[in-house]
């Protein structure tokens, strides 16, 4: 069975500081997507990326970046420089490669403070 | 503009009454998806469907559900037999070709008992 952990429930940090969010998974598979999603206060929950099972490469898109380890089953996400703008809930999700359906963590508040 | 639209965007439902949720999309996905969020907590699965006039339960099935008599339509029927029926509910759909089974989401209904 798929599990993807987000350990840290609420993290509370201050404008511009930069702060990382841990995602942990458990899949049986050898070919999964990782993703992430951020879910501001209106609720709908927006994409953010995807990664592949045979993708290692580290990506960065603006202020946030993300770490993929396979060796640790570890799929982190960084925002750099944080914003008020950032504070919402933030899902990391793991689908296998031909179900389509996917597994979410509980997600993880993030509140930026101005 | 291309997208899920829920509706309504509120519902409040009656003991024993039986309601329905509405999501439609225009972005020509194969796959969607029905989930439940109770407050604080991540996202779980109730019903998927993957082709039209074909579903699957998800992980909290009992109590609902669905049709797909269309591709662009799946909604959602929260039976009297779910008991205990608030929370935040969101569809979203896939397409699993392209942009592999990323998920793109409604706004969410949020279901209270009257």
């Known amino acids: 069975a798929q599990k993807v952990t987000q350990a840290q429930t609420e993290i509370s940090v201050v404008e511009k500081e930069d702060v990382t969010l841990d995602c942990v998974y458990e899949?049986?598979?050898?070919?999964?997507?990782l993703f992430w999603y951020k879910q501001p206060p209106s609720g709908e929950l927006v994409f953010l990326i995807r990664?592949?099972?045979?993708?290692?490469q580290n990506e960065i898109s603006g202020r946030y970046s993300w770490n993929f380890q396979k060796s640790t089953s570890s799929f982190n996400f960084t925002i750099t420089a944080s914003q008020v703008v950032d504070s919402a809930v933030y899902f990391c999700?793991?689908?296998?490669?031909?179900?389509?359906?996917?597994?979410f963590g509980d997600g993880t508040t993030l509140t930026v403070k101005p | 503009d291309g997208g899920i639209t829920q509706s309504p965007k509120y519902l409040f439902r009656k003991e024993g009454q039986n309601v329905t949720l509405s999501c439609e999309q225009n972005?020509?996905?194969?796959?969607m998806y029905w989930y439940r969020q109770d407050p604080g907590q991540g996202l779980r699965l109730i019903y998927y469907?993957?082709?039209?006039?074909?579903?699957q339960k998800g992980d909290i099935a009992e109590g609902y559900s669905v049709s797909r008599e269309k591709k662009e339509s799946f909604p959602l029927t929260v039976t009297s037999a779910q008991k205990n029926p608030t929370a935040f509910y969101l569809c979203?759909?896939?397409?699993?070709?392209?942009?592999?089974?990323?998920?793109?989401f409604g706004a969410g209904t949020r279901l209270s008992v009257l």
């Open positions: 999700a793991l689908s296998e490669a031909d179900a389509g359906k996917s597994t």
């Open positions: 469907s993957q082709i039209v006039n074909d579903f």
């Open positions: 899949t049986r598979d050898t070919t999964y997507y």
């Open positions: 979203a759909s896939s397409n699993r070709e392209g942009g592999k089974n990323i998920q793109y």
């Open positions: 990664r592949n099972s045979f993708d290692e």
């Open positions: 972005l020509n996905h194969d796959a």
